[in-house]
């Protein structure tokens, strides 16, 4: 015998309009949320959205094709999706107000920002220069362009990279497990054929109370996982680029930028040994991942790690590093306790700068610039090089190879009145030439 179950329609009636009324209030949520930060940025910024999707069974909401337009520039950002999750469904229903702590947080939580597109255009590109100098104003340092650090970036350099625009992706979530009193926090943050950063944050013996009050006093340090990738295409453009601006090769820039990086370090009291220095030369070479593993035999209190020495702290941490993923045995470096000290109770004044402390001088050198032929094969590893393009039966292109799309190389020729962009059929090349540039000192 077969028994079968039957829901009145009544029932199934019910439910549809109850689910059909939740997944309204959800949106009239979100869409309020909407027009509020429209109305609040209105004096900075306009910003529209193309709509808004809901998923009540998963909990969570989403905002489609948001485009942002600062006052002050004609470009715009764009943001394809922002989705918001959690496990609190009541919440996104009502809003729930977790900052002001008038509530307990979800124990699950995360937010996304996919395809956020950012512009490099001149306006932009200037903006964005002035601002990053002047907060090294404030900070009582000289300017930091691009090329004077690690992986320092300027969007002046971007765009010689052959950059447009950026595309960025960031992810950020929590996870509370409250059996086992555990945290779990990760961020991951990527910018499209440049790099990505990826980290995640364990803390145990959190209990419910001390995550509502945001008291994170019992809380452990128990596990840091952090990778950062920089995929070798870009890492050898940048490389060659930035020797180009220095009148470098590639080498005495990569050496000289891992000395002022070392410099950098004792500056504050910390020298690397010789398996770390290793470690880093490596990387600035082959580039891939980085991965930096912290992980204690046992967690350690917030109070703990604020009692004992550096170098006892990193010994208590169990520290680990992996260059892709190959591990590092010799992790030695020092610390300079006295120089420690002396930064901590004599900080450098703010807004002041001492050219006299500045790196010396580099010994006078003759440039000298002159063109290469290339093979075709290799057009693609010379993004942001100057280049000479014969193509069949016409003019020769001379200029700066921004990109390669569509089937196209793309030469950007600077003038008196700005750039002429000219496009160039790959199959229609005939031959290349590339700039390389020497230095010979003075005698």
């Known amino acids: 015998m077969r028994l079968k179950l039957r829901v009145p329609l009544f029932v199934l009636i019910g439910i549809a309009i109850v689910y059909g009324a939740a997944k309204g209030a959800m949106y009239l949520r979100v869409k309020s949320t909407m027009d509020d930060l429209v109305q609040q940025a209105s004096a900075q910024a306009e910003i529209t959205y193309q709509g808004i999707g809901t998923d009540l069974i998963n909990g969570a909401a989403s905002v489609e ?71 090294a104003a404030l900070s009582g340092q000289p300017p930091l ?10 969007p002046q350099l971007l765009s010689e990279l052959g950059f447009e625009e950026l595309t960025v992706d960031v992810d950020l979530d929590y996870r509370f497990n409250e059996l086992a009193e555990r945290l779990t926090a990760n961020m991951a943050f990527d910018v499209h054929n440049m790099q990505s950063v990826q980290m995640s944050v364990e803390f145990d013996g959190l209990i419910p109370q001390d995550l509502h009050s945001g008291d994170a006093a019992r809380a452990g340090l128990a596990d840091i996982d952090m990778r950062i990738t ?10 060659k680029q930035c020797a180009k601006r220095k009148q470098q090769t590639v080498d005495s820039y990569r050496e000289a930028l891992l000395q002022r990086m070392f410099a950098d370090l004792q500056q504050v009291g910390v020298t690397l040994g010789t398996g770390l220095q290793q470690a880093m030369s490596d990387y600035y070479r082959d580039w891939g991942e980085m991965r930096v593993r912290v992980h204690p035999d046992k967690p350690l209190g917030m109070l703990q790690m ?39 109770s004599d900080p450098a004044p703010q807004g002041e700068y001492d050219p ?23 057009l693609d590893q010379q993004i942001g090089e100057a280049v000479k393009i014969q193509p069949f039966g016409q003019p020769l292109r001379e200029g700066t190879l921004v990109a390669i799309r569509d089937g196209e190389a793309v030469v950007e ?11 160039v059929r790959l199959d229609d090349i005939e031959s290349l030439q590339v700039q390389r540039v020497e230095q010979k000192p003075l005698q």
């Not at 394809?80 to 939580?109: C, H, I, K, N, Y």
């Not at 920089?230 to 490389?239: A, H, K, L, N, T």
């Open 306 to 344: 604020m009692s004992v020495t550096p170098d006892r702290l990193i010994d208590m941490l169990g520290v680990s590093l992996f260059i892709n993923q190959a591990p590092v045995a010799d992790l030695d470096f020092s610390f300079d306790m006295q120089q420690l000290a002396r930064l901590q």
């Open 356 to 378: 006299l402390a500045a790196p010396p001088l580099p010994k006078r050198v003759r440039i000298i610039r002159r063109y290469e032929t290339v093979p075709l094969g290799l």
């Open 230 to 239: 920089v995929p070798r295409s870009f890492g050898d453009r940048y490389m």
């Open 145 to 154: 362009h691009a090329c004077d650090g690690g992986m320092n970036l300027d």
């Open 65 to 135: 094709g948001i485009e942002v337009r600062p006052l002050q520039f004609e470009q715009s950002v764009f943001i394809e999706q922002v989705r918001f999750a959690s496990d609190d469904r009541w919440a996104l229903l009502t809003g729930a107000d977790w900052q002001s702590r008038q509530q307990p947080p979800p124990a699950q939580m995360s937010l996304s920002l996919i395809g956020i597109r950012l512009p490099l255009d001149a306006a932009m590109l200037e903006t964005l220069q002035q601002q990053a100098d002047a907060q």
């Open 413 to 423: 020729q600077r003038t008196h009145g700005g750039s002429v962009t000219s496009y």
